[in-house]
């Protein structure tokens, strides 16, 4: 059974530009969450989609938003990035989002802004 | 809002031995679910067990035991006979649940746990 796939794996962006991650869940899994991961804030949760209905998100500005499409893959856009934006950007996938179950993550997106 | 807070950001263990990883939190919730996480280096992060508040039971996953203190909202880890391959970075992790679902993980900042040959 394929993992939780990410794609790209690497991207390098301009200040002001905007980009685009994918993220293709176990199948099965209906629920993908993001996370941002940076060596000062460490881990922190973006969002949550199940059923392609955004169920919860961080506190993040509204630059960064995402969206689910019917068969549980799922897209983030950062708009108008900035230097702070440089991170790796992980997915996470699970059965439900009852929270009792285990999360799936797959290796990240890393994207550097410069 | 809810934190989680690992004092230790780096341990050393010899291998075969038992390390213990700390991690407290903060919530004014009942009913919550806690979990730790381990990310080996460019490698995905996968469950290393995880805890039901409602649970006064311990849990344990092989070598992996938690030790949880829900009124000290204490939360710690405990790898028996270590090896070479749990080298990596753990995150102890809270997430709230709510209605029919639950909020995102709050993280620690994690504990880079090194297996000394």
């Known amino acids: 059974k394929a993992g939780v796939t990410q794609t790209p794996r690497y991207l390098i962006k301009t200040r002001g530009q905007q980009v685009t991650l994918s993220c293709s869940p176990i199948s099965g899994h209906r629920s993908v969450s993001w996370y941002q991961q940076t060596p000062g804030q460490g881990l922190q949760f973006l969002f949550e989609y199940f059923s392609e209905t955004q169920r919860n998100k961080g506190n993040f500005p509204g630059r960064f938003s995402g969206r689910q499409f019917s068969n549980s893959r799922s897209e983030m856009n950062v708009s108008t990035l900035e230097l702070g934006d440089s991170a790796l950007y992980l997915c996470a996938s699970s059965l439900d989002a009852s929270g009792t179950g285990e999360l799936f993550f797959g290796e990240g997106s890393r994207l550097t802004v410069l | 809002a809810q934190t989680v807070t690992q004092s230790q950001p780096e341990m050393s263990v010899q291998e075969a031995e038992t390390v213990t990883l700390s991690c407290t939190y903060d919530t004014s919730e009942s009913d919550y679910y806690l979990f730790w996480y381990k990310q080996p280096p460019s490698r995905q992060m996968i469950l290393v067990i995880r805890?039901?508040?409602?649970?006064?039971q311990n849990a344990t996953e092989n070598r992996f035991s938690v030790n949880f203190q829900k009124a000290a909202k204490s939360f710690s880890l405990k790898i028996s006979d270590s090896q070479l391959g749990d080298a990596a970075m753990y995150f102890c992790?809270?997430?709230?649940?709510?209605?029919?679902?639950?909020?995102?993980?709050?993280f620690g900042k994690g504990t880079h746990l090194i297996i000394q040959p």
């Open positions: 805890q039901e508040a409602y649970k006064q």
């Open positions: 992790a809270y997430r709230r649940r709510s209605g029919g679902g639950a909020d995102g993980l709050t």
